[in-house]
Each structure stands twice: as C-alpha cells, then as structure tokens.
C-alpha cells in the first residue's frame, strides 16, 4: 500500500508529500485538486503498465498532466514509497527474500521522455537498501540477481540501442530484471477506480467472465450476470446491503436479451420490477457501488499485500443518509485495500474520524494539502461540533475561497 506520495509540477501540484493510511478521504472545495491527487496515482500506473513509442505520443501526454505555470526546461517527478511485504522466490534455490518498503521515483521532461528512474527496496533483516534501478538520460543501470552483498547493485547496464526505444517508458529493464515486477506486483495488479456514471450502469452488457466493476460502471449487468451463475452469496450480500438502504427494495435480478447480453432489474416489496431506464439516478448509482465494494471484499489478495481502491465523488445523486453506509461498507475493504475516496459533501464528512481526512485548498502557488491532526485546540472544537461543521465554517482550510 501507499505510504507516502510527493508530487512536483503534477497539474496543480507544485511540490508537495502527503502520508496515506488505510482509510483516506480527500476534502476540499470544487476546484481544488482532489481529482488530480487520484489522477496522479492513475498516471503513475499507466506508466507503469504502458508508456509510449514515440516523442509526439510522449509529448501529447505529457502536456496533459504538466503544471502550467512552470517552464518546458522544468522536470514532473512522481514519487512514491509502498510498505506491501512481498516475499521473492530465489532460483534456482528455495531461498527467498522479503520486500518490506519500496521507494520509486520517476521524472518526466518535454521533449525528452523519462529521464531520470530510481527503485531501491528495503529487505526485512537489512539496513541497505537493495538498489534495483538507476536511471538518468543516457543510461540505465539494474540488478539482474541477487547478492547479499549490496555493493553488487546495479551490475547491468541497459543495451544502449534498448535504452532509445524505451526513452517513452518506466520501468527500464523490466524486461530482465524480476525485481523491477515487484512494483507492478504491489501497485497495479489489484488497483480499481471508480468514477460511477448512471447512464453508463444502466448499459446492458454480456456477462463473459465480468467478475469485477469496470471503472465507469457500464459492465454492472454483466458483473451481476456472472455472480448469479457462479456465486450466488455474492448477490446475496449486495441485496441484504440495498435491502436496508433503499426503501421498499426486494432483490435484483437479471434478465436476458436474446443476444448473449442482460440487464439487471430491481424488484421492489409489492411485486413490481424496474427496469434500467426506469431506475433513479441515485439508485444505479449506489447499486454500482455497492456491487464494487462487495465483489472486491470476494477477491484473494496476496498475504502481505494490500491493493489500492479508489472513489470519486460517491455522493453523487445519492440522498445523504446514504453517506454512513458509504463509509461503513468503504472501511470493511481496509483489510485488503487501502482506499482513497474523494468527496465535498458535509454529509460524507459528517461521518469521518479525525485520521481519515486529507484537506486541500488552493492559493496562487497550487494545490496544498495536510493530513488533520488532533491538537488541543481541535479536540475543544469538536466537543462543541461536528467535524463537517468545523470544516464547513474553514476553521480546517480545505473551504472555498469566501469560506
């Protein structure tokens, strides 16, 4: 899981570190850079995955996510520090290593690509840190096997006609080095987005292997297709949740269109189903979270590792009692998920301890963010009020401008 993030020149982040827990929300006013605080999570791992052939594709990316007010000639850096314990097989013996700490940075340029790429881990039982990958802009430098000697880090170089294919790429070496899989092991193999739209959770869709929400939600009937064939407590649990949320709600169920397709139903307490197109905003919409939340609660997760659950926005269209079960059924994932959810709504807030928040606000430099804390001072204000009252009234930061 993340433990720690700085981001430099990312969108309306300038330079700022920000510590993550299992539990995180991110407060501020419309504007703020909620969005751009889990868009940078998201770029670093398309970056990860991916990465780019050419300079204009490099480029046309880049441009997209770089601070406006800084010069061509200034560096982006995403960096980032994950405390996931992983253990690594060593072959051809059947020793092992175990990963407790991994730090990653990258650093981006115009007109150039990545240039410059560190990955060092800490090892359970050592002090030096294992470096994996030292890159600048002529050459990259990796560990290709293990030695518990750390003075043999970084041995390999990269073949230099290899190094200018992958100018538009993380992770150089990944192809060689076992080490480097690590952290796409730790960061990208169990991280799920979610900006819910109900015009795409009404979609009708097929129901080949739909196991997990997509990020938009226009898989849902698929997802509940495959659940009610293959693992009907699964469906069980979703109803039992909306049962006791949604007045009047029976059960959801699915309905074929003769075309290898479905769409899901929703049968209320006097007989009556609802198809798609007459759903409410708000009840899709919660349906496609609460389908998220449980299925990822049935997902096998390593030992050791925690994936990296994200939510934008949930209270969108959604009445604010709903706000409680939200972080209820949010905070039953923290055994397998650190999550990051952000939002604006007071009611969401409402609902918070003092721990879980991340507060923004916004000046001329940029986005600025910090973690609460729970001073003396802050502890008298909350004797008197609620913690979305104090935020509401800017006593926190994190308001509007007028706040």
Request: proline letters at 2%.
């Amino acid at each position: 899981m993340i433990k720690k993030l700085r981001l430099k020149n990312f969108l309306s982040y300038k330079d700022v570190t920000i510590d993550f827990n299992d539990f995180n929300v991110i407060v501020g006013a419309n504007a703020s850079g909620k969005t751009n605080l889990t868009k940078a999570l998201l770029v670093l791992r398309d970056l990860i995955i991916g990465g780019f052939q050419t300079l204009d594709d490099f480029d046309a990316f880049a441009e997209a996510i770089f601070n406006k007010n800084i010069s061509e000639q200034e560096r982006l850096v995403i960096e980032i520090v994950m405390t996931d314990e992983i253990d690594i097989p060593l072959f051809p013996t059947n020793d092992k290593i175990i990963v407790e700490e991994q730090h990653y940075s990258i650093e981006l340029a115009l007109g150039k690509g990545v240039v410059a790429e560190k990955y060092w881990l800490k090892l359970k039982g050592k002090n030096a840190p294992f470096h994996v990958l030292d890159r600048n802009e002529t050459e990259a430098n990796f560990t290709f096997d293990y030695n518990p000697d750390f003075s043999t880090c970084l041995k390999k170089k990269l073949d230099a006609n290899i190094f200018k294919i992958i100018k538009y790429q993380a992770l150089a070496g990944k192809s060689y080095s076992g080490f480097l899989v690590v952290l796409y092991q730790s960061y990208c193999e169990y991280f799920f987005s979610y900006v819910l739209s109900s015009e795409k959770l009404i979609t009708p869709f097929s129901s080949r292997n739909q196991t997990l929400l997509s990020y938009d939600g226009q898989n849902l009937s698929g997802v509940l297709e495959y659940y009610k064939k293959h693992n009907k407590q699964v469906i069980a649990d979703i109803n039992e949740i909306l049962q006791r949320n949604i007045p009047n709600f029976d059960y959801i169920d699915t309905k074929s269109m003769g075309i290898g397709t479905f769409y899901f139903t929703v049968r209320e307490k006097d007989g009556k189903d609802y198809g798609l197109r007459e759903l409410s905003d708000g009840t899709a919409i919660f349906i496609g979270l609460v389908t998220a939340i449980v299925t990822c609660q049935y997902l096998e997760i390593k030992k050791g590792q925690k994936g990296i659950f994200i939510i934008e926005e949930p209270e969108k269209n959604l009445h604010p009692q709903l706000m409680e079960e939200i972080v209820v059924l949010s905070k039953s994932l923290t055994d397998k998920f650190q999550v990051i959810i952000t939002t604006h709504s007071t009611d969401l807030v409402a609902q918070l301890d003092v721990e879980d928040v991340i507060l923004l606000d916004k000046s001329q430099e940029g986005t600025r963010l910090q973690r609460i804390k729970k001073t003396e001072e802050l502890e008298r204000y909350l004797e008197e009020f609620s913690l979305d009252q104090i935020w509401l009234n800017n006593d926190l930061g994190g308001g509007t401008i007028n706040g």
